[in-house]
């Protein structure tokens, strides 16, 4: 948690990792910030949930970077039980009720195996025989988002973000991956991928 922490990038957003990720891990069917926040912190959960919300939604840190770090000390340990024999593009989908979450529209969602109300993230992990590590994550933006400027506007959605399918998505997360010296193995994917 130290390496994961630090790699927030500021020392003011190491504790509140700490929790938000311990609150990840503790039992309870919600992991959102509010029922977290009640499950460490029963006597001041305001003040938990200030701490929560302000690292999760307001604080400036990279995803790419932690995700870096929890590869650098997982995935050595993976390769001890043999080596990376495949990298796993996939993409996953959490439905999602109402139309103001950053990606949520009308698409296929996985999970429940039809059309649903959803957001979908491009993910590539990389596997052994025993074990997976995803290694890239990505929130795919429908174009019904990235065309409307004043919904992107009203979720602080940045205007570098631009309209990307979902296997140009796990392209950019190849090369990144082939850019890092990750081990090399056969990418995997479905059809939908395949295809493109």
Not at 60 to 86: F, I
Not at 94 to 112: D, E, I, L, N
Not at 169 to 182: K, T
Request: hydrophobic content about 40%; charged content about 20%; overall charge negative.
């Amino acid at each position: 948690m130290d390496g994961l922490a630090k790699a927030a990038g500021h020392a003011d957003r190491e504790a509140p990792l700490k929790a938000y990720c311990t609150g990840l891990l503790l039992p309870g069917e919600r992991k959102s910030v509010e029922p977290m926040a009640a499950r460490l912190a029963p006597d001041n959960v305001r003040r938990m949930h200030q701490s929560l919300h302000h690292v999760v939604a307001d604080a400036p840190w990279s995803d790419e970077a932690l995700l870096e770090t929890v590869r650098g000390s997982v995935l050595p340990r993976m390769q001890e039980n043999g080596p990376v024999a495949a990298w796993i593009v996939d993409d996953t989908g959490f439905v999602k009720k109402g139309t103001h979450s950053v990606g949520v529209a009308r698409q296929y969602c996985g999970p429940v195996g039809k059309q649903e109300n959803c957001r979908v993230a491009v993910s590539l992990s990389v596997a052994t025989d025993h074990a997976s590590l995803p290694i890239a994550w990505r929130l795919y933006l429908p174009e019904s988002w990235t065309s409307d400027r004043e919904r992107r506007q009203a979720a602080g959605v940045p205007e570098e973000i631009t309209f990307q399918t979902k296997p140009a998505m796990a392209l950019a997360q190849i090369r990144q991956a082939v850019a890092q010296e990750v081990s090399p193995a056969p990418v995997v994917a479905d059809a939908a991928y395949g295809n493109d």
